[in-house]
């Protein structure tokens, strides 16, 4: 990257930095400092566990709260109920922790703590994070495949009608095919949330070097790289829900496969 | 041609594929949205489905955008 005198650079924001002291390492030789990325993934915790606790009163006419956590575990419910089957129910703390904390942690990232000072990390923006969601959601297929069906998972890579000659090839697509599910699920949050973050910094970079270019360009492109940010952040709240959904929905379609292979 | 000016360029050529997706998750919505309309009551229980076909559009779209970002911060 050219970097030039006064130039934003847009990858900044995803700096991991030790807050307390820039090292600890009680293991020898393994620097585990609390980073801006951990303390951010405290902070959702701590938010999603509020949340959660304010909700769970078991009034028979539910409060607002009440109402919204229920909402909430009420999607998972009938999500799992709609992939999985009745066997889906014991996958709901699972799939709800996993779809909350990541909602949480994508909306948070997108809070205007800059005004105040603060800068808020997004921790999905991350393949190391992403990536280790991803693997807990594929031990959970792998555990509980091998754990159902014994070597009989293997039927997962022979679809039902399969000629024999083609078995040995379409076996090995189909592991294929299986094996990348973790790298993609964990690919494709990280890079949305990454791409959008990089997009708003880019634009944020427009209102600011146009006004320092001078009125002309100041009164032009300024005001409209400034509405396309804000509607860009609107389009940012709606991919930070899609994703967690979609992160939660093919890990409940993993989930399937495992439970009642075909 | 310079390396550097190699990398930029196949950066912004690797932009075409994020094109391209978007071409393949507005299919996705405009065939939903076609099937939709002709038969609403079967729509809401397909809603699953179209987030499925969304995901593995937009995947291939993200691979571009990652390509672009090795090209220019790794490679």
């Given at each position: 990257?050219?970097?030039?005198?006064?130039?934003?650079?847009?990858?900044?924001?995803?700096?991991?930095?030790?807050?307390?002291?820039?090292?600890?390492?009680?293991?020898?030789?393994?620097?585990?400092?609390?980073?801006?990325?951990?303390?951010?993934?405290?902070?959702?915790?701590?938010?999603?566990?509020?949340?959660?606790?304010?909700?769970?009163?078991?009034?028979?006419?539910?409060?607002?709260?009440?109402?919204?956590?229920?909402?909430?575990?009420?999607?998972?419910?009938?999500?799992?109920?709609?992939?999985?089957?009745?066997?889906?129910?014991?996958?709901?703390?699972?799939?709800?922790?996993?779809?909350?904390?990541?909602?949480?942690?994508?909306?948070?990232?997108?809070?205007?703590?800059?005004?105040?000072?603060?800068?808020?990390?997004?921790?999905?923006?991350?393949?190391?994070?992403?990536?280790?969601?991803?693997?807990?959601?594929?031990?959970?297929?792998?555990?509980?495949?091998?754990?159902?069906?014994?070597?009989?998972?293997?039927?997962?890579?022979?679809?039902?009608?399969?000629?024999?000659?083609?078995?040995?090839?379409?076996?090995?697509?189909?592991?294929?095919?299986?094996?990348?599910?973790?790298?993609?699920?964990?690919l494709?949050?990280f890079v949305?949330?990454m791409a959008?973050?990089?997009?708003?910094?880019?634009?944020?970079?427009?209102?600011?070097?146009?006004?320092?270019?001078?009125?002309?360009?100041?009164?032009?492109?300024?005001?409209?790289?400034?509405?396309?940010?804000?509607?860009?952040?609107?389009?940012?709240?709606?991919?930070?829900?899609?994703?967690?959904?979609?992160?939660?929905?093919?890990?409940?379609?993993?989930?399937?496969?495992?439970?009642?292979?075909? | 041609?310079?390396?550097?000016?190699a990398k930029m360029i196949g950066a912004g050529l690797a932009a075409i594929g994020a094109g391209l997706a978007?071409?393949?998750?507005?299919?996705?919505?405009?065939?939903?949205?076609?099937?939709?309309?002709?038969?609403?009551?079967?729509?809401?229980?397909?809603?699953?489905?179209?987030?499925?076909?969304?995901?593995?559009?937009?995947l291939l779209g993200l691979l571009a955008f990652l390509v672009a970002v090795i090209l220019v911060f790794v490679a």
């Open positions: 990257m050219a970097a030039e005198e006064g130039k934003v650079d847009p990858m900044k924001q995803f700096q991991i930095e030790p807050i307390f002291g820039q090292n600890w390492e009680p293991f020898g030789g393994f620097n585990i400092a609390f980073t801006n990325s951990a303390l951010w993934m405290a902070v959702t915790v701590v938010l999603l566990w509020v949340f959660v606790y304010g909700g769970m009163k078991r009034e028979l006419v539910p409060g607002r709260w009440q109402m919204a956590v229920e909402t909430m575990t009420g999607f998972i419910d009938d999500m799992l109920a709609a992939n999985i089957g009745t066997a889906g129910r014991k996958y709901v703390p699972y799939i709800f922790s996993l779809f909350m904390f990541i909602l949480f942690g994508n909306l948070l990232g997108l809070l205007p703590l800059g005004l105040v000072g603060l800068h808020p990390f997004t921790f999905t923006s991350h393949f190391t994070i992403t990536g280790v969601l991803a693997l807990m959601s594929f031990s959970i297929v792998l555990i509980v495949g091998f754990w159902k069906h014994g070597l009989g998972f293997f039927g997962l890579f022979v679809p039902h009608g399969t000629p024999a000659p083609m078995i040995p090839l379409l076996f090995v697509i189909e592991l294929f095919s299986f094996l990348i599910r973790p790298i993609s699920l964990a494709r949050l949305a949330m959008g973050h990089v997009l708003l910094k880019i634009l944020a970079t427009f209102v600011i070097d146009s006004l320092n270019a001078g009125p002309l360009l100041g009164a032009t492109i300024g005001p409209a790289a400034l509405i396309l940010m804000i509607a860009i952040s609107a389009l940012e709240i709606l991919v930070a829900g899609i994703q967690a959904y979609v992160f939660a929905l093919l890990s409940s379609l993993y989930i399937n496969d495992a439970e009642n292979l075909h | 041609m310079e390396m550097e000016a978007a071409l393949g998750v507005g299919n996705v919505f405009a065939k939903f949205l076609e099937g939709a309309l002709r038969n609403p009551g079967a729509a809401d229980s397909q809603q699953g489905r179209l987030f499925i076909g969304f995901a593995a559009a937009e």
